[in-house]
């Protein structure tokens, strides 16, 4: 991922609402949110709630799919992904004593399904 695109990420999330969006859709993964009902669960004008999606949206974090009279959003978690592994190359200089607790904080809560050979 190019720093630029990083940079526009974090700015993205860089305020307090869209940080709030974008958690939300992250926990509505895979079937997203239509806008209405993004803007009703964190009560926010519906005409603000637009303007933050679009941010998001330009930043790559979100996308949007029309379904019927509605836009649903849903995460980008590959972005968040590419954001994540930027952020994290060449962690604390290749000391892995010092990257453990962090990795460990970003292991999964929901480990894929293991199957038996």
């Known amino acids: 991922m190019e720093m630029e695109n990083v940079i526009l990420a974090l700015a993205a999330l860089a305020q307090s609402t869209r940080l709030e969006v974008f958690r939300l859709l992250v926990k509505h993964e895979p079937d997203g949110l239509p806008a209405g009902d993004i803007a009703d669960q964190l009560a926010v004008k519906q005409n603000t709630m637009s303007t933050h999606l679009a941010v998001l949206s330009r930043a790559g974090l979100i996308h949007a799919k029309r379904e019927s009279r509605s836009i649903y959003y849903r ?11 930027f952020l ?30």
Do not use: F, N, S, W
């Not at 978690?77 to 592994?85: E, G, N, Q, W």
């Not at 994290?88 to 399904?113: F, N, Q, S, V, W």
């Open 75 to 85: 995460a980008d978690l590959d972005a968040l992904r590419a954001v994540t592994v």
């Open 88 to 117: 994290m190359k060449d962690c604390c200089g290749g000391r892995p004593d010092i990257c453990a607790p962090l990795i460990a904080e970003l292991t999964p809560c929901c480990p894929p399904e293991r199957t038996c050979d």
